[in-house]
């Protein structure tokens, strides 16, 4: 099996992964949403901890199928943090 490579996106209301080969054949995909709190009008709140846990899902739902050990690499973009 050739080399596979996993993308990670962290969005704000969800983390998508895919799983794809070298050549960008995509094999598996997974998007694990999470909830936003309005604590006040005008402020948004996120648990970190959600994050966390769509990331662990997320890349166990994309591996499923395969050996683990042909992941040679992984690509994460996140959101930017906002502090008023």
């Not at 996106?9 to 998508?16: C, E, F, Q, R, V």
């Not at 070298?22 to 709140?45: F, I, M």
């Not at 994050?51 to 499923?64: F, H, I, N, Y």
């Amino acid at each position: 099996m050739k080399p596979l490579l996993i993308g990670i996106d962290a969005g704000t209301s969800a983390l998508k992964a895919v799983l794809v080969t070298e050549d960008g054949n995509v094999l598996a995909k997974s998007e694990q949403r999470y909830s936003l709190t309005y604590s006040a009008p005008g402020h948004v709140e996120q648990r970190a901890e959600d994050w966390w846990l769509a990331l662990v899902a997320a890349v166990r739902d994309v591996t499923r199928d395969i050996n683990p050990d042909w992941v040679c690499g992984l690509g994460l973009s996140t959101q930017g943090g906002t502090l008023q």
